[in-house]
């Protein structure tokens, strides 16, 4: 099993900037591909920003330019930089893992249906 923990959720003003960490524990593997997700409330799940094994990245449009997803592998940890927030980016956000090797394409990165492991999310409040 692999457990993801995320934190640096919180409370900021519009224009703020905020880093999400999540940290990946037990059976991991060396060739899974992450991503971050999130949920507003009444809202669906959305893919914010996925990154591969072999750190090929892509971005929701929405957050394009804004957002920096990066990954410490030593630290087995995975990052969400967020600059810019908007009102719009509050949401419960997730990080998600699979569970195994992933090859897949670039833009396959965003799709929730390929990701085995989830944490237990940290709430990002943006404020106008």
């Known amino acids: 099993q692999v457990q993801l923990v995320e934190s640096g959720g919180g409370s900021v003003q519009a224009g703020g900037s905020l880093r999400l960490s999540c940290v990946a524990s037990g059976h991991t593997y060396s060739r899974y591909c992450m991503a971050w997700f999130r949920q507003g409330p009444g809202k669906e799940r959305e893919g914010v920003a996925g990154?591969?094994?072999?750190?090929?990245?892509t971005y929701a449009d929405s957050v394009k330019g804004r957002f920096t997803i990066s990954r410490d592998n030593a630290k087995n940890t995975l990052y969400l930089q967020m600059n810019s927030l908007k009102p719009e980016d509050t949401a419960m956000y997730y990080c998600a893992a699979t569970a195994g090797d992933c090859y897949v394409a670039t833009t396959t990165l965003l799709l929730f249906k390929i990701y085995n492991y989830w944490g237990q999310g940290t709430q990002v409040t943006v404020s106008s």
């Open positions: 990154m591969s094994f072999d750190d090929r990245t």
